[in-house]
């Protein structure tokens, strides 16, 4: 192999890994055609909301590791320079027995002050270590509870997307219809069949049909521009969506009978381990009349003389080793009192676990109650949308063969229009009731 070759094999070699690595990278921040699933996935890995709760749990087991970390010896050093402008006088007696003033000591002195320090027992440290699982815990339960939200709005927000766009697609058909039935009246005007009231209406109906699409066309993006907020999509690249209406209309169903379990929601999760911690600082303040024990060694390479230049010839070192133990007597009733306010704080929590219970089960029987009306609605509108589309062509083919006016086959049209619409509307609101009611059971899923 020539030596260019084998060089830029080798170059090949070294940065495909990077290339590698940034088109998966790339692959990953952009989609093409996304099912519901597929954004829900792409919002939990950019929305930045979880981002921020990741960093916070990163946040909380450094703070747990920081608190821990005075377990271990803790060593210092401390370096120190005197200069003395007038030495201190001490009183001597003399052979009379007379005492005189003597300035003592050297001008210049220096040492280093070397410390190690060993906690042994310390009331702080115990909580620290007897709270730190429950402190992580509830960082992680905090995520989740994020989590929740963004499957939840991302999922509202998908359905409200599909809702616009189907309402487009609707109005396009409607527009198509409309156009031939305008150009059939306006034929049978010309063929001196019917007057143009006919036609007329057509383009009065066709208009309207027109603006209706104009303004769900900005619906549409709007709608795009809310669920790329909400997964965290750069707002200048864009995307499809894709969804199989079958299986959307196969979704709307759920368990109405099924019992709701307060333990199940995240919230009350979350109470319960800020219970556990308030239980443990309740015991902390209990235990606040314990001494703190630690022991102690200390090392001081002193440094003297008169002279400056002199000072650092001799070292008079000293050390100790010792144990120090603090016992406190007297605090004002400090303890006492926060004793009480643990205990009042903990009281208050159980107050709030008890206030979250009756609301849950509120909620979810007002979730099952909004979506037992709802689905109710929509299935009446499917049976609805079935006879309109039925009445319609009927009528159609009266109106050609002369049998029925035009009048009837307008107002057949705006009959189908709204059946249309209304359910597609209420498809979008049946499965967002869902959601609501699988939240309020706390069994949303990501």
């Known amino acids: 192999m020539k030596p260019q070759l084998r060089l830029l094999s080798i170059v090949l070699y070294c940065i495909s890994p990077i290339l590698i690595h940034a088109q998966l990278k790339s692959q990953d921040t952009i989609l093409h055609e996304a099912t519901l699933q597929e954004c829900i996935q792409y919002a939990l890995k950019h929305q930045p909301v979880l981002h921020q709760s990741q960093i916070d749990e990163e946040i909380t087991e450094t703070t747990i590791k920081t608190a821990l970390s005075d377990w271990y010896p803790q060593v210092n050093a401390t370096y120190n320079l005197q200069h003395a402008l007038q030495l201190p006088t001490s009183f001597f007696p003399d052979a009379n027995g007379n005492k005189r003033p003597t300035r003592i000591g050297v001008k210049n002195t220096s040492n280093i002050q070397f410390t190690l320090n060993q906690s ?150 979350l109470l319960q381990t800020q219970q556990s911690l ?62 009480r306010n643990a205990n009042l704080q903990l009281l208050r929590l159980q107050w709030s676990m008890e206030d979250l219970n009756n609301q849950v089960k509120s909620e979810y029987m007002q979730a099952v109650s909004a979506y037992k009306g709802i689905l109710a609605e929509y299935n009446a509108l499917k049976e609805n949308l079935a006879l309109a589309e039925d009445v319609y062509n009927t009528l159609r083919l009266q109106y050609t063969a002369g049998i029925k006016t035009y009048l009837d086959v307008i107002i057949a049209e705006t009959d189908l229009r709204s059946a249309q619409l209304n359910y597609l509307t209420a498809l979008n609101e049946v499965l967002s009731s869902k959601l609501d009611m699988q939240r309020a059971l706390g069994t949303v899923q990501y």
């Open 120 to 269: 042994i027992f310390n009331p702080d440290l115990l909580l620290a270590s007897k709270t730190a699982g429950d402190v992580r815990k509830q960082a992680r339960q905090s995520t989740t509870s994020n989590k929740i939200d963004v499957v939840v709005e991302v999922s509202k927000a998908y359905y409200n997307l599909l809702l616009s766009k189907q309402q487009v697609k609707v109005l396009d058909e409607n527009i198509v219809r409309l156009e031939r039935s305008l150009r059939d009246a306006y034929n049978q005007y010309q063929g001196g069949i019917v007057d143009k009231t006919d036609y007329k209406r057509a383009q009065i109906a066709l208009n309207n049909t027109r603006a209706d699409r104009k303004r769900a066309r900005e619906q549409v993006e709007a709608h795009y521009s809310n669920l790329k907020q909400l997964i965290g999509y750069p707002i200048q690249n864009t995307f499809s969506v894709v969804y199989d209406s079958l299986q959307m209309e196969r979704e709307v169903f759920i368990d109405t009978l099924q019992q709701v379990q307060t333990n199940n929601r995240i919230e009350y999760q």
């Open 278 to 339: 308030l239980q443990a600082n309740v015991k902390y303040n209990k235990w606040s009349y314990l001494p703190t024990v630690s022991a102690f060694a200390n090392y001081i390479p002193t440094f003297q003389s008169d002279r400056f230049t002199n000072l650092y010839n001799h070292v008079y070192p000293s050390s100790a080793i010792g144990l120090q133990v603090t016992v406190p007597i007297f605090q004002g009733r400090k303890r006492v009192y926060n004793v």
